[in-house]
């Protein structure tokens, strides 16, 4: 295995076609029909082949910087274009849902646009980051997307709010070293594989010891295993690693002029952003060990720069909680 491998542009496509008719023959296996169907099934393949594409071989960060910060405004309309569209298909406009969605899609461009030429870091910077993550984490999309009901509706609003931050940041904000890509190689696979084991070594007794966990085997559901972990990668450790180690430890390290500072920092932030997990406030148990947790996909990340690699250990932490333990 050689040292670091990007994902190719070439093989990009070629994943991004076995995911979608992965999803077409599962929407249809679950009742999905009809135009309506074939409306969103194409809105959110145009949300995946865009996202899938400019995670091959850095070409989100390459495109950025050939296109400028200009015409990267008329990228951060296409989202807003896209759901349109789905609007339309489904025939579920409101002039509401047009408003809300045209405020979210764009709200962050305009703040990031309001910083000029300041570096990354600014205040407009960390208020866009609210403005994409606030809305998704108080569950405000979802009533974006009627057809197709939660289970559509919460990979739509993933993908809508990745396409956003997408746009704003490597696009409008011109962000590097984000770390948008697909690596794999020996350094990638130690990163990962060290990275668990020491969470594994802290976690696990740490979370017993404060009565958050319990190990039990008897509520796993082996036969969902692999579709279960390829759902926690796509829909929480992707987005979040996005949000939390590519954007804002990436900004909090240039504004406190410390990579160390930026890690730590996110990491808490990290952790507070789940106290609300679990219908419990303050849960501040979760709050320490997301923490915790926090450190270490932060620390992956840097040593990689990837957002690949630290969601694949955040994806396999959160997979083996769910199979392997009971939450108290």
């Known amino acids: 295995m050689p040292a670091e491998r990007q994902l190719s542009v070439w093989t ?3 994943l991004w076609a076995a995911a979608v008719a992965g999803a077409a023959v599962y929407g249809a296996w679950h009742g999905y029909s ?3 169907y074939a409306f969103t099934l194409c809105v959110l393949a145009f949300f995946l082949a865009i996202q899938l594409w400019l995670a091959a071989g850095n070409l989100g960060e390459r495109l950025a910087r050939r296109a400028g910060s ?8 296409v989202p807003y274009f896209a759901y349109l569209i789905y609007l339309a298909g489904t025939n579920s406009f409101t002039w509401w849902r047009t408003a809300f969605a045209a405020a979210y899609t764009l709200a962050p461009v305009l703040l990031t646009i309001s910083a000029g030429t300041a570096k990354a870091g600014a205040w407009q910077d960390y208020f866009a980051m609210l403005a994409i993550f606030l809305p998704l984490k108080m569950r405000l999309l979802n009533s974006l997307w009627p057809y197709g009901g939660p289970a559509i509706g919460n990979v739509a609003t993933i993908l809508l709010a990745i396409s956003v931050a997408l746009a704003t940041f490597l696009f ?3 962000f590097d070293g984000v770390g948008y890509n697909i690596v794999l190689g020996r350094h990638a696979v130690f990163a ?4 668990l084991g020491l969470l594994a070594i802290i976690l696990i007794p740490l979370g017993s010891a404060l009565h958050f966990i319990r190990f039990d085997l008897s509520q796993a559901h082996w ?4 579709a279960d972990a390829i759902s926690i990668f796509l829909l929480t450790a992707w987005p979040e690693e996005l949000l939390f180690r590519g954007l804002l430890q990436n900004s ?3 504004t406190l002029s410390s990579e160390t ?7 808490v932030v990290f952790g507070l952003a789940h106290i609300t997990n679990n219908g419990v406030f303050p849960n501040w148990r979760y709050a320490i060990l997301a923490a915790i947790a926090g450190i270490f996909y932060g620390r992956t990340w840097r040593k990689t720069n990837s957002i690949f690699t630290s969601a694949i250990v955040h994806a396999l932490v959160d997979t083996i909680w769910h199979v392997a333990f009971r939450t108290l």
């Not at 036969?223 to 692999?226: A, H, V």
């Not at 500072?261 to 990491?267: E, L, R």
């Open 34 to 36: 009809g135009r309506a």
């Open 70 to 77: 200009h015409r990267g405004v008329l990228v951060a309309i």
């Open 252 to 254: 909090l390290s240039r």
């Open 12 to 14: 990009a496509p070629g």
């Open 223 to 226: 036969k969902f295993l692999p």
């Open 172 to 174: 409008v904000r011109q």
């Open 261 to 267: 500072a930026g890690w730590i920092t996110a990491s």
């Open 192 to 195: 990962i594989i060290f990275h």
